[in-house]
């Protein structure tokens, strides 16, 4: 991992911005990532900004999604997985532990970790939005619900990343849709949440029937989802702030696959020929055939003896690149224009107070994003204060 946060936002992401200390300039440009590309458009109004979003392509069915962040060098990385992955299921047990029957009343694991994301608790969701100017708001205001980090808005360039789930073509226009907190995949996924850093397909196989309520053995799990995969998530708007913001999810994941030692002990380099022996007898049981069709049949017994190891996102120790460059696989679901170009919105750090005052023209405020009590009285005291 680069230690210099433009240097690691430039190799990762293709763009970052130097402080305004150092340059008030943007290094925005246009980098091969992943098969494709990344534009960055600057917006310096909240009229440039709308005719942006003007030009989208989005729908009912298959919507755009927008995350604002204040500073453009910050990585997606989901909170509980931006230091050591271990620590992620003893957080959960721990709060569950404190709040044992608030939990009990939520129908699954999407819901119980959307409950502690509310609350502040550190969680494998990256929050994201309908509502293009709540994004924008975010990128130009720096989070004052939770207080956690001295403000440094002035010097950063503020960013919205857009994302939409992909479609092929119109036969799989339902695939493309958000995912509900009741889809199956996503339970999946928020279930690999209250797993130890290492664990097998019979643990997740006995969290998901109990999650999902099933009480027979499915035929077939997409292990894609399991292993890497992050979707788009839309969760019930059951309170007031996620209801004002149009807030939804990114359920991100970050898992590699291995067989059991006990079970069969095969050395990487021996890995090859082992799946070449069973692409040959039909079996899809191995990580790389997983990865590549996406699915595996349960009634093999070998399948009760693939494990997962949760993996630290953009760790130069991780054994395969896509878990160092794109652990989450979010290039799948950045949104890109017909030409397969990332579209990126970055935001020049002396012009976060004017958008700021053009979006208060609409309401969009501390008190709008953020309807509690302390932060409408808190938007009330900085509206007195300025006198406007």
């Known amino acids: 991992m680069l230690t210099n946060p433009f240097e690691t936002a ?28 990344v534009n960055v458009t600057v ?30 060098n910050y990585l997606l990385i989901p909170y509980a997985l931006r230091n050591d992955p271990k620590y992620e299921n003893r957080m959960i047990e721990a709060f569950i532990r404190y709040f044992a029957h608030e939990l009990d009343a939520c129908r699954n ?30 990128a130009c205001v720096p989070c004052k619900k939770f207080r956690s980090r001295p403000s440094t808005n002035e010097d950063n360039w503020g960013e919205i990343v857009l994302f939409q789930e992909p479609k092929k073509n119109d036969e799989e226009e339902d ?15 928020a279930n690999t949440a209250f797993m130890n850093p290492k664990f097998s397909l019979w643990q997740l196989g006995s969290y998901w029937k109990k999650d999902a309520n099933k009480s027979y053995d499915e035929k077939h799990i997409d292990l894609t989802s399991i292993v890497r995969k992050s979707l788009i998530v839309r969760v019930p708007q059951d309170n007031p702030r996620i209801k004002n913001q149009h807030g939804a999810f990114i359920l991100a994941n970050a898992n590699t696959a291995y067989l059991e030692k006990n079970y069969k002990a095969i050395k990487e380099r021996e890995l090859t020929e082992y799946i070449l022996e069973k692409q040959k007898e039909g079996n899809l049981l191995t990580y790389a055939i997983m990865l590549k069709e996406g699915r595996f049949s349960l009634d093999e017994t070998e399948t009760w003896h693939m494990s997962f190891s949760k993996v630290k996102p953009y760790d130069e120790g991780n054994e395969f690149e896509e878990f160092r460059t794109d652990p989450f696989d979010l290039w799948r679901i950045f949104y890109k224009d017909k030409r397969g170009i990332q579209q990126v919105v970055l935001i020049p750090p002396e012009a976060k107070e004017k958008i700021k005052k053009e979006l208060a023209r609409f309401n969009i405020r501390e ?22």
Do not use: W
Request: glycine letters at 6%; one cysteine or more.
């Open 43 to 72: 917006i310096k109004s909240l009229d440039e900004y709308v005719r942006f979003v003007g030009e989208l392509e989005t729908s009912f069915e298959n919507p755009v999604f927008y995350r604002g962040q204040t500073n453009a």
């Open 10 to 37: 430039r190799k990762f992401k293709g763009y970052g911005s130097y402080p305004k200390s150092k340059s008030r300039s943007c290094v925005a440009g246009v980098k091969s990532f992943k098969g494709g590309k």
């Open 367 to 388: 008190d709008f994003i953020y309807p509690d009590m302390d932060s409408v009285a808190n938007e009330i005291n900085e509206t007195i204060d300025r006198k406007d």
């Open 109 to 138: 694991a999407v819901a119980k970790l959307a409950l502690m994301q509310h609350y502040g608790l550190k969680t494998r969701f990256l929050d994201i939005s309908e509502n293009p100017l709540a994004a924008l708001y975010f």
């Open 175 to 189: 695939n493309a849709r958000p995912k509900t907190a009741e889809s199956s995949n996503a339970s999946i996924i």
